[in-house]
T-cell receptor, first 111, second 117 residues
Framework: SQQGEEDPQALSIQEGENATMNCSYK?????LQWYRQNSGRGLVHLIL?????REKHSGRLRVTLDTSKKSSSLLITASRAADTASYFC???????????FGKGTRLHILP | DSGVTQTPKHLITATGQRVTLRCSPR?????VYWYQQSLDQGLQFLIQ???????AKGNILERFSAQQFPDLHSELNLSSLELGDSALYFC????????????????FGEGSWLTVV
């Protein structure tokens, strides 16, 4: 079954605004990662947060992790047109070597 | 450039045919993953190899098979192709298959577009 589920499925915001995407997962995890995919291209790793971390920053990205709620959020501040892409969360479980991706959030930044 | 190389980039073939997709992982990476991405199914994990051996299996059909060779490159073989197999197939690689406390990032290739007609 799908491990990570992103919410919302699609999001359109004005350039300069902040974008927040959420991810929920089902089983215990070792870490959670966020990836970006431009249309028809490969996925690009954005940030990894470990299960013992609650928040992590990288440039305009802020990721939070709540293991009690089995959820994570990705915040992109001061959005730019180049941020238009699909964003996926991926979880790597404690017991196996599978990295499972959600279906992604399609983010569209309006000029 | 992630360092993961996939060939071919595009492939069009007829139903019932067989194709082979090739992947060269990043230098030094021992683990290779295959994913299928289609519009209706999202990104589906197919199979993972580590240093030549199968480590994890996902939703891979019996018509599909894969292997990792001694030089660490990997091939995904798709046979008796059906229209529904049309998708973008990704290969990814990482140093180790399992997080050893530091966290592992997996790096994706640009994918192979397969169209079955």
């Amino acid at each position: 079954s799908q491990q990570g589920e992103e919410d919302p499925q699609a999001l359109s915001i004005q350039e300069g605004e902040n974008a927040t995407m959420n991810c929920s997962y089902k089983t215990s995890i070792n870490n959670l990662q966020w990836y970006r995919q431009n249309s028809g291209r490969g996925l690009v790793h954005l940030i990894l947060i470990r299960s013992n971390e609650r928040e992590k920053h990288s440039g305009r990205l802020r990721v939070t992790l709540d293991t009690s709620k089995k959820s994570s959020s990705l915040l992109i501040t001061a959005s730019r047109a180049a941020d238009t892409a699909s964003y996926f969360c991926a979880t790597w479980g404690n017991r196996d070597d599978k990295i499972i991706f959600g279906k992604g959030t399609r983010l569209h930044i309006l000029p | 450039d992630s360092g993961v190389t996939q060939t071919p980039k595009h492939l069009i073939t007829a139903t019932g045919q067989r194709v082979t997709l090739r992947c060269s992982p990043r230098s030094g990476d021992l683990s290779v993953y295959w994913y299928q991405q289609s519009l209706d199914q999202g990104l589906q994990f197919l199979i993972q190899y580590y240093n030549g051996e199968e480590r994890a299996k996902g939703n891979i059909l019996e018509r599909f098979s894969a292997q990792q060779f001694p030089d660490l490159h990997s091939e995904l073989n798709l046979s008796s192709l059906e229209l529904g197999d049309s998708a973008l197939y990704f290969c990814a690689s990482s140093v180790e298959p399992r997080n050893r406390g530091g966290g592992n990032t997996i790096y994706f290739g640009e994918g192979s577009w397969l169209t079955v007609v």
